[in-house]
């Protein structure tokens, strides 16, 4: 495919690469694979192809990953009847020493959150320049019913001190809208993602604690385990 020939010329997109191939150990036979959204994840799919004879098929976090499955003849199936998955792969925008991450930097946070959730095992795969001690330094996705927006945004300048920024143009696959906060340092990212949570309008919340990943691949020079 045309954009990763372009990205396999870049060290970023070959250490993702790595990271989603070293995956691809983790699948079962037979099983049906949670597949979650972007550059790194489309590397795991693009692996997955070569595969997909031994897998029954794959539950989609977006339209462009549902795309990608089925050009590489990869059943896309709806969560309601695949039931729990015993796998889900997935990328993010940053991981902390505790496997927390900050997700949703294509917009997919909801149903990313919603396949981790249904998944025994989350497997996120990432190029090492995503590790950080503390999350916050990539602005926070936040999905929103447009009508909420300003509401949301008012109520986050409150209860965090964040700056929150409209991602202008971008409507997600549920309709809905995303803030990006700005200047976070999360330092509990349990009880900020409880709390984000709580704020009427808000869909879902793109930090990751609450259910954190299982193992973390990170892509780099080889790809190593966390
Ligand atoms: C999409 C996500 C992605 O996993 C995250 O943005 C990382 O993307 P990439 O693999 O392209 O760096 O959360 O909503």
């Known amino acids: 495919m045309t954009l990763h020939s372009d990205l396999s010329s870049n060290p970023i997109a070959q250490a993702k690469r790595l990271a989603a191939e070293k995956a691809i150990e983790y699948v079962e036979d037979g ?4 597949v979650g959204t972007g550059s790194t994840v489309a590397f795991f799919i693009e692996a997955l192809g070569h595969i997909r004879q031994r897998i029954a098929g794959a539950v989609s976090s977006s339209e462009q990953s549902s795309l990608q499955l ?6 896309v199936l709806d969560l309601n009847s695949a039931g729990p998955l015993p796998l889900y792969v ?5 991981c902390d020493p505790h496997k927390r991450l900050i997700k949703g930097g294509g917009a997919a946070l909801t149903r990313e959150k919603i396949i981790a959730q249904a998944s025994k095992r989350f ?12 999350l916050g330094r990539f602005p926070l996705p936040i999905e929103v019913v447009p009508m909420a927006r300003s509401l949301v945004a008012r109520e986050i ?3 965090t001190g964040g700056q929150p920024v ?8 549920n309709g809905n809208w995303v803030l990006d906060i700005h200047g976070l340092k999360i330092t509990d990212p349990v009880a900020m993602e409880t709390a984000l949570n709580q704020i009427t309008g808000v869909v879902s919340v793109g930090l990751f604690a609450r259910r954190p990943a299982d193992i973390v691949i990170i892509g780099g020079k080889t790809a190593e385990l966390m």
Do not use: F, M, S, Y
């Not at 099983?31 to 949670?34: D, L, P, R, S």
């Not at 997935?90 to 940053?94: F, H, K, R, S």
């Not at 497997?123 to 320049?129: M, S």
């Open 123 to 134: 497997i996120c795969i990432i190029d090492a320049g995503k590790r950080v001690d503390v």
């Open 70 to 75: 089925r050009q590489l003849g990869i059943e």
């Open 31 to 34: 099983a049906v694979i949670g």
């Open 90 to 94: 997935d990328g993010a925008d940053e």
């Open 157 to 159: 300048v409150a209860q």
């Open 166 to 173: 409209w991602r202008e143009g971008v409507v997600t696959d």
